[in-house]
């Protein structure tokens, strides 16, 4: 119990007290220290599984607990959430050497950590909502770190916004079943409480919001206006894996029946977003799509109820994705650009940790063994294979299609960084922590898959049939970006810049780049909405509430008022015939009075 | 132990009298800043030998006792007895009232909102560099009142009394005596009267919060509202203070001339005016209890206020001073939830299950409707107050689901509010003092130029919008589970509360993006950051509503001992 709480309150309170700190080395200290602690907290965590509660609050007919629950593959999830933490921390002190704003960037980072290992170790579902909310704050302030940037400001407005959208969802979830079961404690609802699945249904809105599932994808890719080290923090381990990871909390709750909708948006998001991520322009954005695509196969692992597999996945998706951001930012600087793919290339002797970062990164993401991504991809997607249900026929033929085109935006990428010889270079060495960073996810994400052998996670055993489908399924992905990368080599006449292999997307390739122009076509909508919206609320309350109903009578006394005192003033004649009606009324009220009773 | 209840009330008022006898005089504010912490340190010594939890339950819902009770008669034959009595329920608040009334003169009498405007010799220099800068054509709004030299400006009179700053509207250069230490400096503060009339107001409202008898409590709602309009109509925006106070003042009156009838009505259906025993006994009977309860909750409901009778409290709010909105959006807005969860739900609970329906749709709607017109607003300080027309609705339909978890949530709403809202009206004032300007549109990139400043405002507003570890969420998340848990109908209610909760994170992060991001505005420009004197009266905000949002158990569980 006390060591989950510290789990969570030594990057919280490193956070808060790093909002005060001024001075640059004292910032840099609690920075790299609070997830260094925290990680060896996990550690022991691990070892511990420390259970306990004691009462937050009380309302009565419900109470809301600090309550702590870390099973051996939540404590996994948190030792990849810390790791990943002190990583990008380690990386931006090298990163944000020349910035003002460092002091507070490193304590939102902190903040952020002990917000998503909150999540990860609640068994009170107010709790993690609270872990929940945090993050997506915490986003809020990261994204919006560079005060130079225009499109920051709304890209984290965005961030915060469509994920607070999906927790109006997520709230009502929680409070629904928190009515029905009687308590929040997700280890004392044992069985789906009556109206689960209204419940659970509002829940996975909250968490396609979080995991930028489709429909509520829109937030990602402009997400990446933040430092480069936040998206790594924000794709490896923490908010968007939190979607993916509270659905396996609560896969005891989900009817069975309703797994099917998480398995739709699963197949939709793992196939669409791997379209959009080879037709991505940058390579942030390929990277950004990616993981949404990633995420998706860790819905696809909730929908067949296997929640291990979703975990594993998750795991070694924090160490490549991590990876690959973290080199990503290395790359960028290195080549000098702003990030677009059409300028941004290097040569791999340029920069030998850079090179290995990226190729480890999209080699694991891709699925070759023995790295990583291929042993969880494959427990996914044998998880499916095995479930025998329709979701499982539906997320086991979209993960195989998914991943045909993982290994074509990941070839891609791999051909436009470094296969296109040498551009403009702004610095050459690579600072050493930020080396450090990549060489420590280097060795993650290649011994990551030794979790399948001797780790938490109870999996499905390897097949090999579906080990040679994914290895074909990989090798067709390449084939595709080859063959293209090939028919467009430099021949006379022809420019390098122009080579890219998405051109196999054909005309969709703009529109997919685009992400569909979903994100244009909800921001539209929503501003119209919102101003119509926002105009009739104004007009009903100040013109009509206000203007009419409260000053109008205010006027009308006042009008009436004159109306009265001018009707008393006059002449002689008036005054005589005032008194004498007057009278007339006096008499005649009087007889009526007196003849009635 | 009893006679700290008395200690507290009298106290700010002596203070209130001494304030302005020697208004005239230096030390006039001290007066008032030590009458202010006398009253609060009597109130948070009232827990000491309160009885043991639970060792007076009558039996029913949510029964307590009082803690301690004065008692003197006053005037028998009409049921007026000067009687107080205090409780788990009425506490927290008391400590509130005590701690804003504090704050509020510490802010007067540190000068902390003057100290921070910008002198008028400096101010002179940026706008003609402006206008030349903008061709003459887009002439921002600071060049307007440069050239105009001789016109007021509002902003100037806003914050604070009328003649100190007359030397400074006519663009006269500040002489040295003017960068003088604000503390010994006459000049550089508002007037001692504003600090009496502030007491005023506290002790009045603490009367509220503390009377245990009808009549008394009629008495005391009035005596908060003579106060109060005296502060917007006398040191407000001066373009608007008139038209603000006397529609804050007649609406009010309005409503309370009705809670005066339900309150008689109520003391001649039962005999006594005794409140806890009127509670005790069950209420009035049940043939008057529907008509008791809609007269009090309309006469709270514009108190409170709720939608649609709340049209008084933006204009008031827009137009008082810093300080009047503070107390405005933490003490009086109280004074409404207060008497409705206590008095109209205490006297009359057959009546308050009758019209739940009723004033849980009103609240939603209101929710709704302020946050929709929130997201269009062009100023500041308006933005706010009309926020507190949604968080107010929260609390109302909290209180109209009756249900336990219901009752706290409106009860823990209600403070978190009182902590949040005057801190976000304190920093809206000090960004106002020094910018001059409250319009969204000609703010911009204080993140740059007062980074400190942005940090609380944008920490005030994620505690606004009810983010979980702070204040605000507590209140606003369980109103949500209250409303689920009745079912039925009432989820469309809670899913209405929970989107109003997302509006609210919609509006206050435009307002942070305008405010705060971007480049920076030439009203922003060389703006000072967070003086000392403001972290000290701004801190202990932050603190209650961080400590709230992480430690909520111990608040809660005073609401639970409440005589309700």
């Not at chain 1, 479930?387 to 891609?412: C, D, K, N």
């Not at chain 2, 709607?365 to 507190?388: D, F, M, N, T």
């Not at chain 2, 039925?488 to 307002?511: D, K, S």
């Amino acid at each position: 119990m006390t060591l989950a709480l510290l789990l969570v309150a030594c990057p919280a309170l490193a956070g808060l007290a790093g909002l005060l700190v001024r001075h640059r080395n004292a910032a840099r200290c609690l920075a790299v220290a609070a997830p260094a602690l925290a990680l060896c907290l996990a550690a022991a965590c691990a070892a511990a599984d420390p259970v306990g509660a004691f009462t937050l609050a009380d309302f009565g007919t419900v109470r809301v607990s600090v309550a702590f629950d870390l099973s051996p593959a939540a404590a996994a999830v948190a030792l990849a959430a810390a790791f990943v933490t002190f990583l990008v921390q380690l990386y931006s002190i090298a990163y944000l050497r020349g910035d003002p704003r460092y002091a507070p960037y490193a304590a939102q980072v902190n903040l952020f950590c002990a917000a998503m290992l909150l999540v990860v170790a609640a068994d009170d579902l107010v709790l993690l909502l609270i872990g929940w909310e945090v993050m997506g704050a915490c986003s809020y302030l990261l994204i919006a770190h560079y005060a130079a940037l225009p499109k920051a400001p709304g890209a984290a407005a965005k961030a915060f916004l469509v994920t607070r959208f999906g927790d109006v969802a997520f709230v009502l979830g929680v409070m629904w079943i928190g009515t029905a079961a009687g308590t929040f404690r997700i280890s004392e609802i044992q069985e789906p409480p009556a109206g689960a699945g209204a419940a659970m249904l509002l829940i996975l809105f909250g968490c396609i919001g979080k995991s930028a599932q489709f429909p509520l994808q829109i937030w990602l890719p402009p997400a990446m206006a933040g430092p480069t080290p936040v998206s790594a923090l924000i794709h490896a381990a923490t908010m968007v894996a939190a979607g993916a990871y509270v659905l396996t909390r609560l896969l005891p709750l989900w009817p069975a029946e309703l797994l099917l909708v998480v398995a739709l948006v699963a197949a939709v998001t793992m196939v669409g977003a791997g379209l959009c991520a080879l037709a991505a322009r940058d390579v942030k954005g390929v990277l950004a799509w990616s993981t949404v695509s990633q995420v998706g196969f860790m819905f696809a692992g909730v929908a067949v109820a296997a929640g291990d597999a979703a975990l594993f996945h998750l795991v070694s998706h924090a160490a490549f994705k991590g990876l690959l951001f973290l080199a990503a930012g290395v790359v960028i600087a290195l080549a000098g650009t702003d990030g677009s793919l059409r300028a941004t290339r290097l040569r791999p002797g340029d920069s030998p940790p850079a090179f290995w970062a990226m190729t480890i990164g999209l080699a694991s993401m891709a699925g070759l063994p023995p790295l990583g991504g291929f042993y969880s991809k494959e427990t996914v997607l044998g998880a499916a294979y095995e479930a025998g249900t329709p979701s499982g026929v539906i997320v086991f033929w979209a993960g195989v299609v998914a991943s045909i085109l993982t290994a074509a935006y990941a070839a891609r990428l791999w051909l436009l960084l470094f296969r296109r010889g040498r551009g403009a270079r702004e610095r050459s060495a690579v600072p050493g922590l930020e080396a450090f960073s990549l060489w420590a996810l280097i060795a993650a994400t290649a011994g990551v898959g030794a979790l399948y052998y001797a780790g938490p996670f109870t999996v499905p055993a390897l097949h090999l049939d579906l080990m040679a489908l994914l290895l074909l399924a990989t090798l067709g992905g390449f084939a595709v970006i080859g063959d293209s990368w090939w028919r467009d080599r430099p021949r006379s006449g022809r420019r390098v810049a122009d080579r890219d292999p998405a051109r196999v997307l054909g005309r969709a390739q703009s529109a997919l780049a685009e992400g569909l122009y979903a994100e244009r076509l909800a921001a539209r909508a929503t501003r119209t909405a919102a101003g119509a919206a926002g105009a009739a609320a104004r007009a009903l309350d100040e013109r009509l509430v206000d203007r009419t109903a409260v000053e109008g009578s205010a006027r009308a006394t006042v009008a009436a008022a004159r109306g009265t005192a001018a009707g008393h003033r006059g002449g002689l004649a008036v005054y005589l015939r005032l008194s004498a009606a007057g009278t007339l009324v006096v008499a005649a009220v009087a007889i009526g009075v007196s003849l009635w009773s | 132990m009893s006679i700290l209840l008395l200690v507290a009330v009298a106290v700010p008022l002596i203070g209130a009298v001494l304030a302005w006898a020697w208004r005239h005089r230096g030390f006039a504010h001290w007066i008032g800043v030590a009458a202010a912490a006398l009253s609060l340190a009597a109130v948070a010594l009232l827990p000491i030998g309160r009885p043991p939890e639970g060792s007076m339950v009558v039996g029913g819902r949510l029964t307590g006792g009082w803690w301690h009770e004065f008692e003197a008669a006053w005037a028998p034959p009409l049921h007026l007895d000067f009687s107080l009595a205090v409780d788990g329920v009425s506490w927290p608040l008391l400590l509130l009232t005590a701690l804003l009334g504090l704050l509020c003169c510490a802010h007067n009498a540190l000068g902390a909102e003057r100290r921070s405007a910008p002198r008028a010799e400096s101010r002179a220099a940026v706008p003609h560099a402006t206008a030349a800068g903008a061709g003459g054509v887009a002439v921002s709004p600071t060049a307007e009142r440069a050239s105009a030299p001789l016109q007021v400006a509002p902003a100037t009179l806003e914050t604070g009394g009328p003649f100190p700053t007359a030397d400074q509207a006519r663009g006269v250069p500040a002489g040295p005596g003017h960068a003088a230490d604000p503390a010994t400096d006459p000049a550089a503060r508002p007037s001692p009267t504003l600090t009496a009339l502030l007491l005023a107001v506290q002790a009045a409202s603490m009367l509220v919060f503390l009377s245990d008898n009808l009549i008394l409590f009629f008495i005391a709602f009035e005596a908060v509202l003579l106060p109060m309009w005296a502060i917007i109509h006398r040191y407000g925006d001066p373009a608007a203070r008139r038209h603000a106070a006397a529609k804050f003042a007649l609406f009010t009156v309005a409503g309370s001339l009705l809670m005066a009838t339900g309150l008689f009505v109520a003391v001649a259906d039962t005999g006594t005016a005794d409140l806890g025993a009127i509670i005790t006994a069950g209420g009035v009977s049940e043939p008057v209890s529907l008509l008791v309860f809609a007269l009090l909750a309309v006469g709270f409901a514009v108190k409170a206020p709720l939608w649609p009778l709340h049209s008084w409290l933006p204009d008031a709010h827009t137009a008082a001073p810093t300080v009047g909105s503070v107390l405005l959006a933490g003490v009086l807005l109280k004074l409404g939830t207060y008497g409705l969860v206590r008095v109209a739900g205490g006297l009359a609970p057959d009546g308050a299950v009758a019209a739940a329906p009723v004033l849980a749709v009103l609240a939603a709607l209101g929710i709704l409707v302020a946050g929709l017109v929130c997201l269009g607003l062009p100023e500041l300080k308006r933005l706010i107050a009309y926020s507190s027309v949604g968080h107010m609705g929260f609390v109302v339909l909290a209180f109209a689901t009756g249900t336990e978890a219901g009752l706290r949530a409106a009860l823990f709403g209600n403070l978190a509010h009182g902590l949040i809202t005057p801190l976000l009206f304190f920093l809206v004032g000090a960004l106002k003092a020094r910018t001059r300007t409250g319009r969204l549109d000609d703010l911009g990139g204080l993140r740059l130029a007062a980074p400190a400043l942005a940090g609380l405002l944008g920490f005030a507003a994620l505690a606004s919008l009810g983010l979980p570890g702070l204040a605000g969420f507590w209140g606003e998340a369980f109103t949500v589970y209250a409303a689920a848990e009745r079912g039925g109908a009432w989820l469309a209610l809670a899913a209405a509360a929970a989107f109003g909760a997302f509006l609210a994170a919609a509006y206050l992060l435009r307002m942070l993006k305008r405010v705060s991001h971007g480049p920076v505005a030439p009203a922003a420009a060389g703006i000072g950051d967070v003086s000392a004197a403001e972290a000290a009266v701004w801190a202990p905000l932050v603190a209650g509503t961080l400590l709230l949002g992480l430690v909520p158990g111990p608040l809660l569980d005073l609401f639970a001992g409440g005589l309700l």
